[in-house]
């Protein structure tokens, strides 16, 4: 039994083991901390020096092998050049020189290789120490700090909020819509994914859509909600850690919240109402704008004038010229008299006050009806009409 498990083990592999003997003899005549750092100080540059040797023969080994390959490389292009032709002394003296270098080289590597390989041995026969004994196998420090994030420029942001709102935003309606502060933990748990800034930008933006639509219950909904994902993010950034891993401690503390925090919460939210509120309101008057200016510009004339512009106008126009002319109620009645021509479509009475008006007068209110489309003169009529008015103002 005993010979069985001997043999099983084999613990000749600690036979030399040496822990060290910078502390076997001591002195009561000299410092012994002294004496400990004097031998394994000792023992380093023994050591050091042993390496150093085994390291100069591998570099004089790698020297000699490319010697020789040098050597053997010139001496196959000269028993290539003898083989083709021409045979003189010179070239056989080199052949020689050449064949003695690569024998001698060659010598030399087999020697080195021996010293390399003794070397080796030696190194093995060394006893272990407390500086042997044992190796790193690896260093690696890891540190659990969230990196920094690179900043990203405005088209990266849009095509990034462009991107999230195309492929999540019915979870994101869905989130918005949930009112227990459970529903919503347990609603971010199983998406995690939606605890971001994309996710709040897109429930500000459903808020919006919301207020312009009059669905004010619903935006007052989705904007606690949004209010929600706030109060997270802001977390992560006192805490340095990713939202999705401290939306948990928000809604414990929510739920058990004290009255200031609760306040500070519904303070923020008012706050992003009346953001609501007047974003819903610019956005519905630079939509009215747009539309008015596409109405507008459909109606433009040839001239590039709008009728209804110039169709109101006509008033002013008139009462400023009567003013320059002491005529401001008569003037006046003229101008109504011109309007009323356009509102029954009346030809003739739209001449017979055009000819009451001064020649220039006539000329500005003529091309600014044609110009705006209100009056369609028949072909050559706006020319012949100018054209008796000039003739009218030379007599």
């Known amino acids: 039994m005993s010979t069985g498990a001997g043999a099983g083990i084999d613990y000749s592999g600690w036979d030399h083991i040496y822990v060290s003997d910078d502390e076997d003899v001591t002195s009561p005549y000299v410092d012994t901390p002294s004496l400990f750092r004097m031998r394994h100080r000792a023992r380093l540059e023994k050591m050091a020096e042993f390496q150093q040797r085994g390291e100069d023969l591998e570099i004089n080994f790698a020297e000699c092998k490319r010697l020789l390959e040098e050597a053997q490389g010139q001496l196959k292009e000269l028993e290539e050049g003898r083989n083709v032709g021409?045979?003189?002394?010179?070239?056989?003296?080199?052949?020689?020189?050449?064949?003695?270098?690569v024998r001698k080289l060659k010598k030399n590597e087999k020697t080195f290789e021996k010293m390399i390989e003794e070397h080796r041995r030696e190194e093995k026969k060394l006893p272990w120490n407390v500086d042997t004994i044992s190796k790193e196998g690896f260093s690696k420090s890891v540190l659990n700090v969230k990196p920094v994030p690179k900043e990203e420029t405005v088209q990266e942001r849009v095509e990034k909020h462009k991107t999230f709102a195309e492929k999540y935003m019915k979870e994101i309606k869905h989130?918005?819509?949930?009112?227990?502060?459970?529903?919503?933990?347990?609603y971010l748990s199983d998406n995690p994914h939606l605890v971001c800034e994309e996710t709040a930008n897109c429930l500000v933006v459903i808020c919006i859509d919301f207020e312009i639509d009059e669905k004010h219950a619903l935006m007052e909904q989705?904007?606690?909600?949004?209010?929600?994902?706030?109060?997270i993010l802001d977390l992560a950034r006192k805490l340095e850690v990713?939202?999705?891993?401290?939306?948990?401690?928000?809604?414990?503390?929510?739920?058990?919240?004290?009255?200031?925090?609760l306040d500070?919460?519904?303070?923020?939210?008012?706050?992003?109402?009346?953001?609501?509120?007047?974003?819903?309101?610019?956005?519905?008057?630079?939509?009215?704008?747009?539309?008015?200016?596409?109405?507008?510009?459909?109606r433009l004339g040839p001239g590039g004038l709008d009728p209804v512009e110039v169709y109101e106008s006509l008033p002013k126009r008139s009462?400023?010229?009567?003013?320059?002319n002491g005529l401001q109620s008569g003037m006046s009645c003229l101008c109504k008299e011109i309007q009323r021509s356009f509102d029954e479509k009346n030809i003739q009475m739209l001449h017979e006050a055009i000819d009451k008006l001064d020649i220039e007068e006539g000329k500005y209110y003529l091309r600014r009806c044609i110009d705006s489309g209100l009056w369609v003169p028949e072909s050559g009529e706006a020319d012949d009409k100018e054209?008796?008015?000039?003739?009218?103002?030379?007599d």
């Open 387 to 394: 054209g008796e008015e000039e003739e009218d103002e030379e």
């Open 319 to 324: 009462q400023y010229t009567a003013q320059q």
């Open 264 to 298: 500070m919460f519904d303070h923020e939210l008012e706050l992003l109402k009346e953001r609501v509120r007047s974003c819903a309101q610019i956005r519905m008057e630079s939509a009215m704008k747009e539309l008015e200016e596409e109405e507008r510009q459909k």
């Open 222 to 231: 989705v904007a606690h909600q949004t209010i929600v994902i706030q109060f």
């Open 86 to 101: 021409e045979e003189d002394e010179e070239r056989e003296a080199e052949l020689k020189k050449v064949q003695a270098e």
């Open 242 to 261: 990713d939202p999705r891993g401290c939306f948990r401690q928000f809604f414990s503390r929510i739920k058990t919240a004290d009255k200031p925090y």
């Open 175 to 186: 989130f918005g819509m949930l009112r227990r502060w459970d529903d919503s933990q347990k």
